[in-house]
């Protein structure tokens, strides 16, 4: 008898919060269509082919939490992500999916937690046969910097609900048993929010996904390494249109956001870009620009030297749809913490840096080709588990 002579065919039930935004409307797009016309997203899956015995691809369902009013078929519409007519084809199946309103409160997240905790009862008793995992896809925020020490006890009585909502969704996740997506750039994997979740046994995944410009800058940057040519510069421009755009005009909720996309490259490189100026000479900037709303454009300007260190630039523009690359992303992460819970993995799971762009655990591998050998070193390991 093998592990998945153990696991019977489950349905995957993925607990969105923030699950009327751009991604969480695209995700829920992507599941339907899973279901009724699979060709148009099976083969933009990583996991496409993975662990679909024991989590089959058309049984998927999404639930969560949102404050927007519209139903989710008019919010897919409003966040202007697909054409009209692919999104008529699902809008019948999106407006059913039951997302909560979460109160609108300047309450603590102790409060809340206990609420979401609830919420995750009653979507568990509604479809007890299901496997969850919840998925943060939450406006970045301006998070406060809590201390490293503060303890669960001084979280849920010091942090403000209205600031830092992903602190409460991610802690009642854990306390319920259910692993964690933290695709935003927002910091809920405190230690005490980590040590939960080895003491509970639940795997955490986070955080920001890495999904254009920083995936194909890291691509990009082994290949300039490998071959000594030293990165003098890098100038990287975004522009773009959704409300993920607009709320990254406010500096303070940019902050995290823009630390995630600067600092990895230093890291991949292994020295400072700058370092003959004195000063980084990495520099990113995002700018909201309405007319694009969810088409994303990117462009990248990489000054680096050869020998006797003659200058030479690489350009590249991004020409990229921000919800159509995250969502197939948030996908394969809740299909794999899915699979990687059941099997008893317990806390941040490093071996997914591949998709994120700060990857949180012990010595997370962030070099494109380590993050790709460890996402084929945890595949062989799962299969051969379960077969
Ligand atoms: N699109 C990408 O390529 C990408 C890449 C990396 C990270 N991210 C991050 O993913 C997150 C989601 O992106 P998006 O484009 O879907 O953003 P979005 O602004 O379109 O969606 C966020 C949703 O969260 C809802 N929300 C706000 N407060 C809430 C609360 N307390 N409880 C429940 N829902 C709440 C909002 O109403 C909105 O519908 C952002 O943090 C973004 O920075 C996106």
Excluded at 115 to 130: H, M, N, T, V, Y
Aim: negative net charge; hydrophobic residues 45%; glycine residues 8%.
């Amino acid at each position: 008898m093998t592990i998945s002579d153990h696991f019977q065919p489950r349905e995957l039930l993925i607990l969105v919060a923030g699950a009327k935004g751009a991604i969480g409307s695209s995700l829920a797009a992507a599941v339907e269509a899973l279901r009724t016309d699979p060709a148009s997203v099976r083969p933009g899956l990583t996991t496409g082919e993975l662990f679909t015995d024991i989590l089959p691809l058309d049984a998927i369902r999404v639930a969560g939490w949102d404050p927007c009013d519209a139903p989710l078929n008019q919010c897919l519409l409003q966040h202007r992500i697909l054409p009209e007519a692919v999104e008529r084809r699902y809008g019948e199946a999106l407006a059913k999916v039951p997302i909560l309103c979460p109160e609108k409160t300047a309450e603590k997240i102790g409060g809340q937690v206990e609420k979401i905790l609830g919420d995750i009862e009653g979507f568990q008793a509604r479809w007890p046969e299901s496997l969850p995992v919840m998925v943060n896809l939450l406006p970045a925020a301006a998070v406060p910097a809590p201390a490293e020490t503060f303890n669960l006890g001084r979280l849920y009585a010091d942090i403000r609900w209205e600031v830092f909502p992903d602190l409460a969704y991610a802690i009642a996740a854990i306390r319920a048993g259910i692993p964690l997506v933290n695709f935003t750039p927002n910091r809920v994997e405190l230690p005490a929010v980590l040590d939960l979740a080895k003491e509970v046994g639940v795997p955490t995944a986070g955080r920001d996904g890495k999904t254009g410009q920083t995936y194909f800058k890291i691509v990009l940057a082994e290949a300039l390494r490998v071959r000594g040519l030293y990165v003098d510069g890098w100038y990287s421009l975004n522009i773009l249109g959704n409300e993920d755009g607009r709320n990254l005009m406010d500096p303070d909720r940019a902050r995290g956001k823009l630390a995630n996309k600067t600092d990895i490259l230093d890291r991949v490189l292994g020295y400072p870009v700058g370092e003959r100026y004195g000063r980084p000479t990495h520099q990113v900037r995002i700018e909201y620009y309405p007319p694009r709303g969810d088409a994303k454009e990117a462009w990248d300007v990489v000054d680096f030297l050869g020998i006797f260190d003659m200058p030479m630039s690489i350009r590249l523009n991004l020409q990229g749809r921000d919800s159509i690359l995250a969502a197939p992303m948030v996908l394969d992460l809740a299909r794999w913490l899915a699979v990687l819970g059941s099997l008893g993995r317990k806390g941040p799971v490093p071996e997914l840096g591949f998709f994120f762009k700060h990857p949180v655990g012990d010595n997370p591998p962030e070099r494109f080709s380590d993050q790709l050998a460890a996402l084929e070193r945890l595949k062989a390991e799962v299969t051969a588990r379960l077969s």
